[in-house]
Every structure is written in structure tokens, then in C-alpha cells.
């Protein structure tokens, strides 16, 4: 990463008129890949097309830190997510859309505010999801759902100490006469001996509407290194009657995508997870994965209550570095649903995905 050093002066402090030291990098990453599905439309019929990458979105990003004297740093972030396929915003009329904070850094830890990834979300694309939390709908559904991957207008701790790390974050609702409308919480924890590590979080999330509508996510983790191997496996209890679940956990053009849930109805999901990476050689790099959930009260705004299913998701993927910033790679996932969940794939109750594609990290 191509990192620009700024000597900016400290105007107004104090007596000596020091200069404080500011490192600013610009960094990102472009992702694309060819991808075929079996079933992309009510009708069941297969898609060819050219996507963003299979597990990392493409973006641009600003990070940097000042020295503020005494162990103590002002830290910053600003990152925008796009499509590289079409050069469109990833979330459309957000120039930031991926995170946009600012804060502090130092012995006690480090305190951000503004829009960040939830702690959970971290937790499981630094340590434990076997894909770092994939790209396509196929393979990122149930990470994606459980975590909800970030929120704004948040403040958010992170420290360690020996082998523990943690993270506290509070999302603020911003509704006029509550406090609680529209607020999250998260909490996680983890702790890492030897090769093995063990974790777990918290997250709830309140109905800007009703407080009496949450989605409410427990989870526990586990992986463990050894050699050029990893293993990791977990599972998630969620709760919610906010109808959000659906939206997260259904593929693109699904009824469940489309029309997300009925808020005020409690859906309840058990999901698991399991999946190992292998460093075969300094350039290969292989990983496989599966997902399991079985789901209770699986809702459709347009649908209505489906009553129960079941889904599993099957993803492999082999990744090739032509350099230490461009890789290509292939990648096969199989979704599988039953009952209620079919509701989340669209046109068939299978539906199984190729990519290939290059990215480069920059």
C-alpha cells in the first residue's frame, strides 16, 4: 500500500509550535469475476454474468493516524464500496457506505465514532468464518444476517490484553423522544492460546419503529491452527421480529430479498457453521466451508407466514497469488433449501454457483 507522510503544523498549541506527524494512506481493492448460476429468476433459468468479487467487495479507502504525543494517536477512516463491474456505488447515494469514522488510540485501547462494522461482523471476518464473510448471496447469507455487518452513528471500544480481546459498541437510534428506537448494542470476546481460539458475541438490534420488535444474535466460535492448516466452526441463536432476517439471508431476486419479513412475527433460527483453509503451497491457497440453518416462523412480507424450513449452503474455493497484491481464483458454492426457506433462493430449491475471477489489492 503506497502510503503519503504529511508534515502539518500545529498551529495555535501551546508554546513551541511543534510539528505533529500525520500518515495518511489511500488503499483499496478491485475485485471481478465471471459467474454462472443455475437458477436467477422465478422462472429457474441459469444467468451468465460479470460480478463483484466472491468474497471481497471492491473499494477505496482513506485511513490514517497522528501522533498526539504520549503513547496517544487521533485515527481516522473513510471507505466507499463499488461496483467494479459497472463503477456504481455499492449503496447508492453513499459515498462512504462501507465505514466513515473518526477517533482516538492508545494504551486504554482505541474509541471510534461514526459508521463502522458491528463487533460481531469483525469478529467473524478477522477470526472466524472460514470465507472472512463472502460476497456472493450464496455464500455470505448467514454471516451476513447474523452480524448485519455495520451500522452508523455508532460508538465503538476495541482493546486487548495477553491473550483476551474485546469490543463494546452502541449504535444510536437518533429518534426524538427515545432512546431506544432505532439503537443496537454488540459485544464479543475472544481469547487465543497456541493455536486455538475461542470467541463469542452479543448483538441487539431495536426496530426503529417499535421497541418492542429486536433482533437479538448470540453466537460462539472456534478455530484452531496447525501447520499450513486452519479449522473453524461455530453457531448463531437468532431471534427476531423485526422482519430483517429474511432480506439478509435471501439471494438476489428472491421473494425474501425483495420483500424481507412481517415485523412483530418472532422467527427463530439455529445456524451452524463449519470450514477449514489450507496453505498448500506459498501460492495456492484452498478453503471449504459449510452452513447449516433450520429456521421456525420464516416470514414474507408479500408471502405471508411460511411456517418452518431448512437450508445448506456448500462453497469451495482455490485461490492462486500472482504476486503478493493480485490473485485469481475459482470458487463453487450449492445452496440447498426445504419448506419455508425456499422463500430465500429463487425459481428452484437448489441452486448451485460457479465464479473465476482476479483481484488486486492495492
Known sequence: ???????????????????????????????????????????????????NGAISNSRLGFKGTEDLGGGLKAIFRLENGFNSDTGSLSSSGTLFSRQSWVGLSGGFGQVTL????????????DHFDPLTVGNYDQNAWMPAGATLIRNSNMVKYTGSAGGFAGALSYAFGEKAGSVKQGSQFGATGQY???????????????????????????????????????????????????GTTPAYFGVANSPASINGGIAGVQRTDNAYFLGATFQATPAWSLTAAGYYDKSKNVTVASLGNLGDGSRYALVGVAEYALSKRTQVYGTVDYNKAKDAALSELVGKDSVTGVGVGIRHIF
Open 192 to 242: 487465543t492460546i497456541s493455536g486455538f481460539s475461542f470467541g463469542g458475541g452479543y448483538q441487539q438490534t431495536v426496530s426503529p419503529v417499535n421497541t418492542d420488535w429486536k433482533d437479538t444474535v448470540y453466537n460462539v466460535s472456534a478455530s484452531y491452527a496447525f501447520g499450513a492448516a486452519k479449522l473453524f466452526g461455530g453457531y448463531y441463536r437468532i431471534k427476531d421480529n423485526t
Open 114 to 125: 461514526g459508521r463502522q462494522q458491528t463487533p460481531l461482523f469483525d469478529l467473524m471476518a
Open 1 to 51: 500500500m503506497k502510503k503519503y507522510s504529511l508534515l502539518l503544523v500545529a498551529a495555535g498549541l501551546a508554546s513551541s509550535g511543534a510539528m505533529a506527524q500525520t500518515n495518511v494512506t489511500i488503499y483499496g481493492i478491485v475485485d471481478t469475476s465471471f459467474r454462472y448460476v443455475s437458477s436467477d429468476n422465478a422462472a429457474g433459468q441459469k444467468n451468465f454474468r460479470i460480478d
